[in-house]
């Protein structure tokens, strides 16, 4: 069983950058993707990177001002995070399956594994 470690969050102010890391113990599974979730709120799907990096997914709320990355050999996802807004402040949560559904769909009923997550804070 893979387990995943997140890392990178923190605060920052708007029009900032943050970059997350999720390094598993083992090997991941075909996709890895990004997570977050705010209190009160449903876990929404941010960023997913399937098929050994070939295929990237994100959210609408997310496009173009993040980018999801992966490094198969040493296991590890990562989450460049620029152009920051307050309404990106969320826990984030890394989770690996073999798949999240449809590209955007970002299916969590086959997640395999979820980290503990890391909190992003952005402040205006």
């Known amino acids: 069983q893979v387990h995943l470690a997140e890392s990178g969050g923190g605060s920052v102010q708007a029009g900032g950058s943050l970059t997350l890391s999720c390094a598993g113990s083992a090997n991941t599974y075909n996709c890895m993707g990004w997570f977050r979730q705010t209190p009160g709120k449903e876990r929404e799907g941010v960023a997913a990177?399937?098929?050994?990096?070939?295929?990237?997914s994100y959210a609408d709320s997310v496009q173009g001002r993040f980018t999801i990355t992966r490094d198969n050999a040493k296991n590890t996802a990562y989450l460049q995070m620029n152009s920051l807004k307050p309404e990106d402040t969320a826990m984030y949560y890394c989770?690996?399956?073999?798949?999240?559904?449809?590209?955007?769909?970002?299916?969590?009923?086959?997640?395999?594994?979820w980290g503990q997550g890391t909190q992003v804070a952005v402040s205006s």
């Open positions: 989770a690996t399956a073999g798949t999240f559904g449809v590209a955007g769909q970002f299916y969590q009923g086959h997640i395999l594994e």
């Open positions: 990177i399937c098929t050994s990096g070939t295929r990237t």
